[in-house]
């Protein structure tokens, strides 16, 4: 049985959804912040976000919420313009874009992360990120 709860993607209704809550700094995003960490053989599926800027963010090009694959998939970017001081992104609310790992498995044994693309930000202090994501592990 699928369904989806308000807010959420789609998953699977024995599927325990979780979260993972946390504010990153500006230092972190720049570096690139690991949100949840890869586990051998478990697939992550992201199901919902909630990303938040504290103050304005300047000079780099985006901020992803993405996978840590070699070659990331994205869930989300949000780019400069719109990574302002409070804007909320959330599914359905602010403008942004989903990218194609969002309501679907990720690459196999890898975590999620959240990011930035093109030089260091500045002037922002840091962003609220909640991601909501479901689990599944090879072979069960």
Same mark, same amino acid.
């Given at each position: 049985?699928?369904?989806?709860?308000?807010? +959420?993607? $789609?998953?699977?209704?024995?599927? @325990?959804? $979780?979260?993972?809550?946390?504010?990153?700094?500006?230092?972190?995003?720049?570096?690139? +912040? *690991? @949100?949840?960490?890869?586990?051998?053989?478990?697939?992550?599926?992201?199901?919902?976000?909630?990303?938040?800027?504290?103050?304005?963010?300047?000079? +780099?090009?985006?901020?992803?919420?993405?996978?840590?694959?070699?070659?990331?998939?994205?869930? +989300?970017?949000?780019?400069?313009?719109?990574?302002?001081?409070?804007?909320?992104? *959330?599914?359905?609310?602010?403008?942004?874009?989903?990218?194609?790992?969002?309501?679907?498995? @990720? *690459?196999?044994?890898?975590?999620?992360?959240?990011?930035?693309?093109?030089?260091?930000?500045?002037?922002?202090?840091?962003?609220?990120?909640?991601?909501?994501? *479901?689990?599944?592990?090879?072979? $069960?």
């Amino acid at each position: 049985m699928s369904r989806k709860i308000p807010g +959420l993607g $789609q998953h699977n209704a024995n599927e @325990l959804v $979780q979260a993972v809550v946390t504010t990153a700094t500006l230092a972190q995003i720049n570096a690139g +912040l *690991t @949100l949840v960490p890869a586990e051998a053989s478990v697939t992550l599926k992201p199901v919902g976000y909630l990303v938040i800027p504290n103050g304005s963010f300047a000079a +780099l090009t985006d901020i992803r919420l993405s996978d840590t694959a070699d070659t990331p998939v994205d869930i +989300l970017t949000i780019a400069q313009a719109q990574a302002g001081d409070g804007v909320v992104h *959330t599914v359905g609310v602010g403008t942004h874009t989903r990218g194609a790992g969002f309501a679907v498995d @990720l *690459t196999e044994g890898k975590g999620i992360q959240i990011r930035k693309t093109g030089s260091a930000g500045t002037t922002a202090t840091d962003a609220l990120v909640i991601v909501w994501f *479901t689990k599944s592990v090879a072979g $069960q």
